[in-house]
């Protein structure tokens, strides 16, 4: 037992999805939780919002599945379309891993609405405290505990601490570790509208289109109220100045372009950002942990950034808890680090890379290669399970399990 708490104690810092599931796990397992968050409320912006199946068993561990469900939208199929040819090339069914796994789907649910589920059940939770508006300025550890600095000067003490405040990540920098690896030339601009393109085109719930002049992504999501709503993510030009790629004009040119349609597009969102692919060095240092963005950050193609960040925030929970309430060896800890760095490296980063380079490839025949290799792949059910392994992180969490 810590000497700070009548239970073993842990500050989590950062109310994103990654740091709630973080909390809701460690506080499940017993430890005593105080969740910290430098902004007042949670982000609302328009995010990561696809889930894959080896992420809802996780999600029902910690007790959200069924609002999670009700709340977003089951994808059972996704598809790739050859842009300019206007021809759908691929399509998989999730019902093919029906035998790997209780969830043979992905659901539809934005980020914002998975971590305030997370919050408002965190907030039953005797052993948990939620401090919004309260960010950390420093940290200092020993072998006992850590110590974070708030703004006002005030400071906590925990025997733990998780980094899970995203890809500016101040626990990661405070501890000076290297953010390995780079920035895309050009931003992504994600586009969000009402009109109805499953009607409009004939496509699914999720959608990649090939082009390599412009790809683009396409999927639905439930809306906060209003009524399913559809983002649409393009690639800006490398030189494409902010009010160029925002204006009203260039939003609708994109839209257009995607799919041609009478009088305007019911624009309700419009988001422009920079698109990273980076792996901290390091994932742990003595008593700190990063996990989610803090640790790693990719571009959303296949959705798996936030998909992982959940898989670290449960093999987290899970290392500490064998550690603290089973006895495991301190060493074991170090398996934590080991797991989740090679993993993402070899799962994440080389898979959204190959995504993104599938969909924006210039060269005919390596472009009519790739989509062809993708149209057989979709039509054989041997190969089809293997790539759904992979695309849902089934195939990484399996790997994770087998190592120590």
Known sequence: MSRFNAAPSVIVAGAGPVGVVTALALADAGFAVTLIEAAADIDRNPRASTTHPSTLAMIERVGLI?????EGLIARYFQFWDRPAGQKVAEFDHQILADDTPFPFVVQTEQHKLARMGLDRL??????????????????????GVTVTLP??????????????????????????EFEGYTWPERFIVLTV???????????????????????????????GQGPLW???FPTRQDEPDEEALSDEGAERRLQGLHPKPGRYDLVHRNLYKVHQRVAKSFRQGRVFLAGDAGHVNNPI?????????????????????????????????????????????????????????????????????????????????????????????????????MA
């Open 66 to 70: 069924d609002r999670f469900v009700r």
């Open 123 to 144: 907030a039953t939770l005797p052993n948990a405290t939620i401090r919004m508006n309260t960010g950390l300025t420093a940290l200092e550890q020993n072998a006992d």
């Open 152 to 177: 006002d000067g005030e400071r906590l003490r925990a025997d733990w601490l998780v980094g899970a405040d995203g890809g500016r990540s101040t626990v990661r920098k405070a501890l000076d570790i």
């Open 194 to 224: 009402t009109d109805d393109f499953e009607a409009m085109l004939g496509c699914c719930l999720r959608n990649y289109f090939a082009d390599p002049d412009e790809w683009a992504n396409l999927f639905k999501v439930a809306g906060d």
């Open 231 to 233: 983002r649409a993510v």
């Open 302 to 402: 296949g959705g798996l950034g936030l998909n992982f960040g959940i898989h670290d925030a449960m093999d987290l929970a899970d290392t500490l808890s064998a550690h603290v309430f089973g006895g495991a060896d301190a060493a074991l800890l170090d398996g934590y680090e080991r797991r989740r760095r090679t993993l993402n490296i070899e799962f994440v980063q080389q898979q959204t890379i190959a995504n993104k380079k599938r969909l924006e490839e210039k060269d005919p025949a390596r472009r009519r290669a790739s989509l062809d290799a993708l149209a057989e792949t979709a039509a054989d059910p041997v190969k089809a399970r293997e790539f759904l392994l992979r695309s849902s992180l089934i195939g990484s969490t399996r790997q994770a399990a087998a």
